[in-house]
């Protein structure tokens, strides 16, 4: 027996990039409930953003968090406590890097370098986070609630962002682009969080499992390629990312009804 293990992006993908809505998606979620299939959500989000978006999706198992900084599994979800866990709000969570200060620290000792060049998350206002993200009040509250990773926004040029990229590299971050920013965290990413998962899940199992990723952005790159089946969800504002994989699907239709489209024609929900 194989069991398949969904890992989805929420913004862009399984979200539309606009209106945030996951409406469209949901004959395959529900196809997926009935298979016993669990979807991850595997986001840039926060752990308090993702609490209210599970519950009104209706998904309870794992998920992963800031690109891949860290992992949540809720109690019982495994029989035993998995390796390198610890107990938090409810939930193993497995970390994979420093928390956010360490990367705030970071970025002051560069701070006058790029004097203005960006914005930092953790100094925006709830309307600034508002203005740059779309989100109403209370989900920009809930994203400002970062525990991992440090996202600004770039305002200066693409050739001082390479500069940028290049100094916080030299000093140990590994920055990852977004669709909207620039995260500045250690090296996670959104792959080894997938491989963890899906090697945890093997052991405890004792089963093959087979994973299938979705993703609209740069920032999920290594979860598709990590994946056994990755799928490009096609975006209204970016081009498709490039996925160093043999076979690699794309949706015709973006968002949740790629989402939709695809995970019905691969699984044949």
Not at 65 to 93: L, M, R
Request: net charge neutral; hydrophobic share 40%.
């Amino acid at each position: 027996m194989t069991k398949t293990l969904v890992f989805t992006d929420m913004d862009g993908t399984l979200l539309d990039h606009h209106t945030y809505s996951f409406e469209a998606a949901k004959p395959a979620l529900t196809a997926l409930e009935k298979k016993d299939i669990p979807v991850i959500p595997t986001t840039s989000k926060t752990f308090a953003e993702l609490q209210p978006l599970r519950e009104s999706i209706g998904l309870d198992g794992p998920f992963i968090i800031e690109n891949g900084a860290a992992i949540f599994i809720p109690h019982g979800f495994f029989k035993q406590k998995p390796s390198g866990t610890v107990w938090i709000d409810g939930y193993w969570c497995k970390a994979f890097i420093s928390n956010k200060n360490y990367w705030i620290k970071l970025l002051e000792k560069i701070g006058s370098e790029f004097d203005g060049k960006y914005k930092q998350f953790s100094k925006m206002s709830i309307e600034e986070i508002q203005d740059a993200t779309g989100l109403d009040e209370r989900s920009a509250s809930l994203a400002a609630k970062r525990q991992f990773g440090e996202p600004i926004l770039w305002l200066g040029t693409d050739d001082e962002k390479q500069r940028f990229l290049k100094v916080v590299k030299d000093r140990g971050a590994f920055p990852l682009e977004g669709g909207r920013f620039i995260h500045i965290s250690g090296n996670c990413d959104k792959g080894q969080a997938l491989k963890w998962l899906a090697n945890e899940y093997q052991k405890q199992h004792s089963t093959k499992v087979n994973t299938i990723a979705l993703g609209d952005g740069k920032n999920d790159v290594a979860m598709l390629e990590a994946a056994h089946v990755p799928i490009r969800i096609l975006s209204p504002v970016n081009p498709p990312p490039a996925v160093k994989k043999e076979e690699v699907y794309t949706s015709t239709l973006t968002g949740p009804e790629g989402w939709n489209e695809m995970l019905t024609q691969l699984l044949s929900l």
